[in-house]
């Protein structure tokens, strides 16, 4: 299953963790029974590899996934990210290996007004 979640950055997502719509939840890994969390790996735009921890709430109707501030700050300072850039999170099936996951980190050039990996 193919997906992608585009964001801007906000203040929370650059100090604290990264919010994920909760269908992201079927594309991720599956969370082993009683845990909330699941690790995964993405590769960024450049070839490197990160590794993120998806949470959800332990209890309630609405599990909100998130991305833990341990490797999510990792990856933002990293990278330099702040307010207003953008993160393009992607799926693409393979067929030997299962999912793999990428992550864009992308900052405005205003002097070309596009949007380029960093």
Not at 1 to 9: N, Q
Not at 29 to 48: A, C, Y
Request: proline share 3%.
């Amino acid at each position: 299953m193919a997906a992608r979640y585009e964001k801007c950055l906000t203040e929370s997502d650059t100090v604290s963790r990264f919010a994920l719509p909760i269908s992201w939840l079927k594309v991720l890994p599956p969370i082993e029974q009683g845990s909330h969390e699941v690790n995964f790996q993405v590769t960024d735009g450049l070839g490197f590899f990160w590794e993120f921890c998806c949470s959800t709430r332990r209890s309630g109707r609405y599990r909100k996934p998130v991305l833990q501030s341990e490797g999510w700050l990792k990856f933002v300072n990293y990278k330099g990210l702040k307010v207003g850039d953008k993160i393009v999170l992607d799926t693409e099936a393979d067929d030997f290996r299962g999912t793999k996951f990428r992550i864009r980190a992308l900052k405005l050039n205003k002097e070309c007004d596009q949007w380029l990996d960093v």
